[in-house]
């Protein structure tokens, strides 16, 4: 098994004063895909936030490529080449699309991701990139999210809930982008909802319920009886 | 032709007061701070100014080689080291910071400097004039007013052309998201407060030239600033030179009927346009 690019030990971590996680353990191997599942609570947002350094924990509590980064700031955080579609996509509205994705880049990173393979792989936002990008439909502003994030060159890219409030038409085109995105060589963490999509995508699962891990193994042999009972916590 | 003189000359007046204003507009438009000690750091400004003409024997215009990229310096170190610590979801604290800042600044002053009133000696380009027609226009009025455009045409310019304005922008609209781009908001407000008080510096010098301060004077100039920003709307940066021209105008236009007017004429001004557009003539707009 190759070293992780990313390990959680045991992390706690709090939502304002409520904890929203305990004793996490997590590891996501070097190009590899993972899901997090779990129900509304559970403490998905919380995960994403404390590996991005939006929320802030013990060091030690979460290492990424051997460092320890789990007290450092977010722009830290992604300046070590981690990247985060935020839930609710949160584009800056005083930005125009190609300025959004632009932002995104500004940390200079190299790597495969410019304007260029973004407006590539989504060639509606080239022609909408003057435009403010509240003006766009949701799964196109979910676009602007994804190339926003891409433009660092991440080699982990954290997904969080990328298809709530999407018609499902859009939901199956950004999941049928998704394997061009991660094809590079990069890792990633997506947060869902739907387990089928989750599932389809990913190698491994973790299911959370209420702030622990109640189940984790490969989604291609998850039984889904299994999931129900770590997913809702029912006998 | 006496009243078309007063409309100039109190246009000339309102680049003066957009540049009070322009590093208000800038400080609140990227950080949402009210910066109740603006007018005392353009008062600090015009010191700075009095100071490096007489230790160094420069004209008051050279001197802003040297005041600018000092007052930028303090700006940042404030911003870092005090302002950065009062922001948050309460916009009371950085209002009480920067009052105390302002009285801290008055003191300070009067210790170093005096209550005299001082003044700028800028030589020749106090009294030279220029004539069209029939008016005749001070060449100092004149080039505050060019400086007055320039500083806000290359602020529009640093906001909407610029990655530093981006990242302005961007963390203006949301700082966690900003935070995810790699952006550390804490630099970013330092260089915002650097370079607003770079042009408080541009300020506080044209106003020394052009009359003569003292420590206690920089109530009056935030008031102006406030009004200036207010009148053209939050946060658009043509709209605040316009407020400041509104602003000149109505006090000229006051003086000329009383001269104990002048003052008072601006205030009506500002009222009236606040009851009647509360958000300012040019309220924000998106380019």
Redesign the interface.
């Given at each position: 098994m190759p070293e992780p690019i990313l390990k959680l030990n045991s992390l706690d971590a709090f939502y304002g004063d409520f904890q929203a996680l305990y004793g996490v353990d997590l590891e996501v191997s070097e190009g590899e895909v993972l899901a997090i599942i779990g129900a509304n609570g559970a403490g998905k947002t919380t995960l994403m936030r404390s590996i991005?350094?939006?929320t802030q924990n013990a060091s030690d509590m979460v290492k990424y490529r051997g460092g320890s980064i789990g007290a450092l700031?977010?722009?830290?955080v992604?300046?070590q080449g981690i990247?985060?579609v935020?839930e609710g996509r949160?584009l800056?509205?005083?930005?125009s699309v190609e300025?959004n994705l632009?932002?995104?880049g500004?940390?200079g990173r190299k790597g495969p991701w410019s304007l260029k393979a973004v407006y590539t792989l989504f060639p509606i936002l080239q022609e909408r990139r003057n435009q403010?990008s509240t003006s766009l439909s949701g799964g196109q502003q979910q676009m602007v999210a994804i190339g926003?994030a891409l433009m660092?060159n991440p080699d982990l890219i954290l997904f969080d809930e990328i298809s709530l409030g999407l018609a499902p038409i859009i939901i199956k085109d950004i999941y049928a982008a998704l394997p061009g995105i991660i094809g590079e060589g990069m890792s990633a963490l997506i947060v869902e909802q739907d387990i089928t999509k989750a599932l389809s995508v990913s190698s491994r699962f973790y299911c959370l319920q209420e702030g622990r891990v109640s189940l984790n193994g490969a989604s291609a042999t998850a039984a889904r009886e299994d999931i129900s009972r770590a997913y809702f916590g029912v006998e | 032709m006496e009243w078309v003189n007063a409309v100039v000359q109190g246009t000339l007046l309102g680049g003066l007061y957009a540049l009070f204003a322009a590093g208000l507009s800038l400080i609140f438009g990227v950080m949402r701070l009210v910066n109740i000690a603006h007018g005392d750091l353009i008062v600090l400004g015009a010191y700075l100014g009095l100071s490096v003409t007489t230790l160094l024997g420069l004209h008051p215009i050279a001197a802003l080689i040297v005041v600018v990229p000092a007052m930028a310096l303090i700006g940042y170190i404030l911003q870092r080291g005090i302002l950065n610590q009062t922001l948050g979801k309460d916009i009371l604290p950085p209002l009480l910071v920067t009052f105390g800042l302002s009285v801290i600044i008055q003191n300070a002053l009067l210790e170093t400097y005096s209550a005299d009133p001082q003044k700028m000696n800028a030589g020749a380009l106090e009294t030279a004039s220029v004539s069209i027609g029939s008016l005749s226009l001070g060449l100092l009025p004149v080039l505050t007013f060019g400086i007055a455009i320039v500083v806000i045409a290359s602020l529009q310019w640093m906001f909407y052309r610029t990655s530093l304005g981006r990242a302005f922008r961007a963390t203006s609209d949301n700082q966690e998201i900003a935070q995810l781009m790699g952006l550390n908001r804490r630099h970013i407000f330092g260089l915002a407060m650097a370079l607003a008080l770079g042009v408080t510096a541009i300020a506080g010098i044209m106003l020394g030239i052009r009359t003569s301060f003292d420590p206690s004077i920089g109530g009056g100039r935030l008031i102006f600033g406030f009004e200036a920003v207010i009148i053209g709307g939050l946060g658009n940066l043509w709209g605040t030179l316009i407020g400041g021209v509104i602003l000149g105008v109505a006090q000229t236009i006051g003086a000329k009927i009383d001269p104990g007017w002048q003052l008072l004429a601006g205030h009506i001004a500002f009222l009236v346009i606040l009851a009647v557009r509360p958000n300012g003539l040019f309220p924000r707009i998106n380019e």
């Open positions: 991005s350094g939006l700031r977010a722009d830290q992604a300046a990247a985060l935020p949160q800056f509205p005083s930005l300025e632009m932002i995104g500004q940390m403010q926003r660092a | -």
